[in-house]
């Protein structure tokens, strides 16, 4: 599969975050897929922030899940990310994943999203 995310590139403190992710070349709905939204700020490691399952169960990073949302849409074959309440720590080049069996098969082009203050 191929994905693409895409999204506003520059935010405003406080403001929310909303990513999405076309899948292309299988559907959202295949058997032990999730669909993962990682993200990678300035000079840290990588940083998994959820998961939507193929049969539409999500999963949250406990240090975020407060405030991010991750739903999909099958009839478009796309996932998204809601971020609220943003700050200048959540500055990073944002990646939407296929997992499948514990391997990160396939990775979007990442989007970078800027949050000034």
């Known amino acids: 599969v191929q994905l693409q995310e895409w999204g506003p590139g520059l935010l405003k403190s406080s403001q929310t975050l909303s990513l999405t992710c076309a899948v292309y070349?299988?559907?959202?709905?295949?058997?032990?897929?999730?669909w993962t939204w990682i993200r990678q700020s300035p000079g840290k490691g990588l940083e998994w922030m959820g998961s939507?399952?193929?049969?539409?169960?999500?999963a949250y990073s406990p240090s975020l899940k407060s405030r991010t949302s991750i739903s999909r849409d099958t009839s478009k074959n796309q996932f998204s990310l809601q971020l609220i309440s943003v700050t200048p720590e959540d500055t990073a080049v944002y990646y939407c994943v296929a997992e499948r069996r514990g391997d990160f098969d396939s990775w979007g082009q990442g989007t970078q999203v800027t949050v000034s203050s």
């Open positions: 070349g299988g559907s959202i709905t295949t058997g032990y897929y999730y």
């Open positions: 939507i399952s193929y049969e539409g169960t999500p």
